[in-house]
């Protein structure tokens, strides 16, 4: 009896050997972070600083996550080419990859582009650019304005596609870059509680905030957050099982432990990032006043907020 025992465990233990020889290595996540050109000092030093948070948060974020952030001048179109070249040869089928983009869009009515130093990428380059890497799970989040634009030339099926904005014509810069960037840091982001953030609660929780960042600035909203993963031609801004959209979002792993590293938790923490997203929404409203005001004074109260701000992301990071 014992004998024959030992047998059926040996070929239980052989079994699964031979199951784990043949299952996928765990599937690694890739980012791409690509900053582009501001125009004026003050979005050149903005979107630089969104590319280095994002990149921060995904990095604590767990998971053994590998990122790429080309930023201000490194954001060429032959460092960009270059770039996806390297990751075309490290990625594999089963991964995961997401390309993220910060920055300035445009669109003739025809034709997306994606603001960087020399010649744009329009959203038909991009496309041809992703279709190079080889894994299906792949996801572009456009944070620029005009982006809406793009999701024609983006979309395909098995793709997520998320934009700022709703369409071409909503041109003014976008205020989802910053609440995308908090959804990776507030746990309350992670809605099901899984210990995982998908791509699907990161959109939604981004657009929740800039919905309410408009109403509680009594602002006319000109941005609209997008989503399509289904292949088709236009986005939605509320994804569920009515419309058909946002299952791959949903499965898409962005974070893999945002509860476990978020540094938002504690009371001090609490009070800085507060303080965080006062500043920034002073910073917003300094734009709008901009044309009302003298250069000069514009550029010193300019300084002045983005100091503060660096400062207290700093202390939100240690």
């Known amino acids: 009896m014992r004998r024959g025992v030992a047998r059926s465990v040996s070929r239980i233990a052989w079994l699964l050997v031979a199951i784990l020889a043949v299952l996928p290595a765990r599937a690694a996540t890739y980012y791409l972070t690509i900053s582009g050109q501001g125009g004026l000092p003050e979005y050149d030093t903005l979107f630089a600083k969104y590319a280095k948070d994002l990149d921060t948060a995904l990095k604590a974020g767990?998971?053994?996550?590998?990122?790429?952030v080309l930023s201000g001048p490194k954001a060429t179109r032959p460092e960009i080419e270059a770039a996806f070249s390297r990751l075309a040869g490290q990625i594999h089928d089963g991964d995961f990859?997401?390309?993220?983009l910060i920055g300035h869009g445009t669109f003739d009515g025809t034709d997306y582009k994606f603001n960087i130093p020399g010649p744009d990428v329009s959203g038909a380059d991009i496309a041809k650019l992703l279709d190079r890497i080889p894994t299906r799970q792949q996801a572009v989040v456009a944070m620029t304005s005009c982006s809406g634009g793009a999701i024609p030339a983006l979309t395909r099926k098995g793709r997520v596609v998320i934009t700022a904005t709703k369409?071409?014509?909503?041109?003014?810069?976008?205020?989802?870059?910053?609440?995308?960037?908090?959804?990776?840091?507030?746990?309350?982001?992670?809605?099901?509680?899984?210990?995982?953030?998908s791509l699907l609660e990161a959109f939604k929780y981004a657009d929740r905030k800039t919905v309410e960042y408009y109403?509680?600035?009594k602002l006319l909203a000109t941005e609209h957050a997008l989503l399509v993963d289904n292949?088709?031609?236009?986005?939605?801004?509320?994804?569920?099982?009515?419309?058909?959209?946002?299952?791959?979002?949903?499965?898409?792993?962005?974070?893999?432990?945002p509860?476990?590293?978020a540094k938002a938790v504690s009371p001090e923490k609490q009070k800085l990032v507060a303080k965080k997203e006062d500043l920034e929404a002073r910073i917003d409203k300094l734009k709008y006043e901009k044309a009302a005001m003298?250069?000069?004074?514009?550029?010193?109260?300019?300084?002045?907020?983005?100091?503060?701000?660096?400062?207290?992301?700093?202390?939100?990071?240690?």
């Open 97 to 100: 990859f997401a390309l993220l």
């Open 215 to 217: 109403e509680a600035q």
């Open 62 to 68: 767990g998971g053994d996550p590998h990122t790429e």
């Open 259 to 261: 509860g476990e590293s």
């Open 294 to 318: 003298d250069e000069g004074d514009y550029k010193r109260q300019m300084s002045a907020l983005l100091l503060e701000l660096a400062r207290t992301q700093a202390e939100i990071d240690q």
């Open 231 to 257: 292949g088709a031609n236009a986005g939605v801004r509320n994804p569920g099982p009515a419309n058909g959209q946002g299952l791959l979002a949903a499965i898409f792993p962005l974070l893999k432990s």
């Open 167 to 197: 369409s071409g014509t909503e041109r003014n810069v976008v205020v989802f870059t910053r609440y995308w960037i908090d959804a990776l840091q507030d746990p309350a982001a992670d809605t099901d509680k899984s210990a995982s953030l």
